[in-house]
């Protein structure tokens, strides 16, 4: 078993000094010669919003609301891994393991993680509650930054395994999106015999040949998503695939360009009509900043990327045989048809369009996210 010790998230004065005069002395670009933010974030929308973080966001109060959930830290497997592990006091409760991605972190399931562990007190049953776990995956946020190659996703798989065994959770369901989509099938696909179902809001699933000619519109609109990606999208995900420590000497040094380089995917990939805001309130994406400022882990979050890019998911095992259940938001990147998924999941008893939300449907939309949580492993019982 594992022995947790109790964590507290903590900024110095020091540190919060230095981000103040940072921010105050940053050397800004000349503007974008376009009106949008089709060459990135704009100047004088990230101007603004800097002005917001260093006059008015207070981050002494948001730090003491993230500390409201229970903090913990343990090594596995030779790594120091921060998580929060939030028990119910329901009996019918069962474990749930919750992944996030880049660029996320534990802050986007903070107004889920209530909604699971206590379903009555915002109109559920008590049968539906969860343990939840929420690890920060190495190398993010208070999780240790691995020191040697290997810690790809299936490791981070195996990893995460080990963490909820080492809790004392025999069984567990796991979910997860981006990266801890593809960590959550890693670990659906181990099937080392404690994870029981899976459930994703992402499904990393490759089109056939023979869909280039479909005329069915799922797969039409999935594969014109795949090629604007490609085409206009996929930048960031070459550069950290291939150079992280390259790119990671700027974002270390300059908080408004680790702003910048998190929020143009918050525009880019949520349900927001254009402006991040419309999705997610703006201290609420500062929390999530911050999270990656002050554990300098721009670099350390990006090696993932240099780790397990390009790399088969599911290896030589074959589709995941485990219940799989898929929640299908419609501002997510690629909204992969269901046989695209069937290709990576064999087993799919969940399959659901939701109404609203997109690439951080955590985040974006916490009730819709808890419901479908319950939804799928509520029918595991």
Known sequence: MLQPTPFQI????ADLADLRDRLTRTRWPDPQVV?????????????????HWARNYDWRARERALNALPHWRAEVEGLGLHFVHA?????EAR???????WPGSFVEFRRVIPRLVDPVAHGGRAEDAFHVVVPSLPGFGFSDKPRSPGFGAHRIAAQMDALMRGLGYGHYGVQGGDWGSVIATCIAAQN?????????????????PEDSQSTDPATRRALQQAQAYQDWDSGYAKQQATRPQTLGYALADSPVGQAAWILEKFWRWSDC????????????????????WLSNSATSSARLYWESFGKPILDDTGPVTLPAGVS????????????????SFSNITYWNNCERGGHFAAFEQPEIF?????AFFGAQC
């Open 10 to 13: 903590h900024a110095t004065d």
């Open 35 to 51: 009106t949008d933010w089709s060459q990135g974030t704009p100047l004088a929308y990230l101007q603004e919003f800097t002005a």
């Open 87 to 91: 028990r119910s006091a329901h009996p």
């Open 95 to 101: 474990p749930l393991l919750l992944l996030h991605g």
């Open 192 to 208: 080392l015999g404690a994870c029981t179902a899976v459930h994703v809001n992402m499904v990393r699933a490759m089109p056939g």
């Open 273 to 292: 009509d254009g402006l991040p805001e419309n999705a997610i309130a703006r201290d609420e994406l500062l929390d999530n900043i911050m999270i990656y």
């Open 328 to 343: 299908v938001f419609p501002a997510e990147i690629i909204q992969s048809p269901r046989h695209w998924a069937d290709k």
């Open 370 to 374: 808890a419901r479908e949580i319950t």
